[in-house]
């Protein structure tokens, strides 16, 4: 018949943890980016 409330709950903090592991992720993904971005501007700021 489907799920209960119980398993229904459970299977929304899985998802909810999966959504914020990529959250995460992505926004590692920027800050490296941003990273990258900074030192170029450094470099040339130097040069």
Known sequence: MGMNISRMKEQL???MDSDI?????????????????NEKLQNSLIN
Request: proline content about 0%.
């Open 13 to 15: 903090w899985l998802d």
């Open 21 to 37: 592991q990529n959250i995460r992720t992505k926004i590692q993904e920027i800050r490296t980016s941003l990273i990258k971005i």
